[in-house]
């Protein structure tokens, strides 16, 4: 199972931008009963929570997204989106997108950076 992440770059204060996390090596019906989510490491803290998602669609968010960001997943595709928008310096960091099972092995992606400049 592997879970490629992508859509970071450098942004001004105040614009938007859209991860997605493509998953590949789990099947239809395996990647629709994970959740998936979405975390963050900025430089010298550790990593936490930006958002998840559950198989029925149940939706959870740091309490710093304040209703800026949105999490979608399409099963189908076996794809989870993060829309970003109003992003602030604070935004700043690698963003890791990681499925989960009880009972199984979590999977993580590798990082796709968010800048955001001032």
């Known amino acids: ?13 105040g614009e938007s931008l859209r991860l997605s ?3 590949s090596g789990m099947g239809l019906n395996e990647f629709s009963i994970y959740k998936m989510g979405w ?3 900025a430089p010298g803290k550790q990593r936490e929570l930006v958002a998840t998602i559950t198989n029925y669609g149940g939706q959870k968010y740091g ?4 209703g800026r960001f949105s999490i979608t997943r399409d099963n189908a595709a076996r ?6 928008d109003s992003l602030k310096p604070d ?5 890791y997108c990681k499925a989960e099972f009880p009972g199984s092995a979590d999977y993580w992606g590798q990082g ?7």
């Open 1 to 13: 199972v592997q879970l490629q992440a992508s859509g970071g770059g450098l942004v001004q204060v």
């Open 21 to 23: 996390c493509k998953v």
């Open 39 to 41: 975390y963050r490491q």
């Open 63 to 66: 309490d710093f997204v304040k």
């Open 79 to 84: 794809t989870v989106d993060l829309r970003m």
């Open 91 to 95: 935004d700043t960091g690698d963003y």
């Open 112 to 118: 796709t950076l968010v800048t955001v400049s001032s």
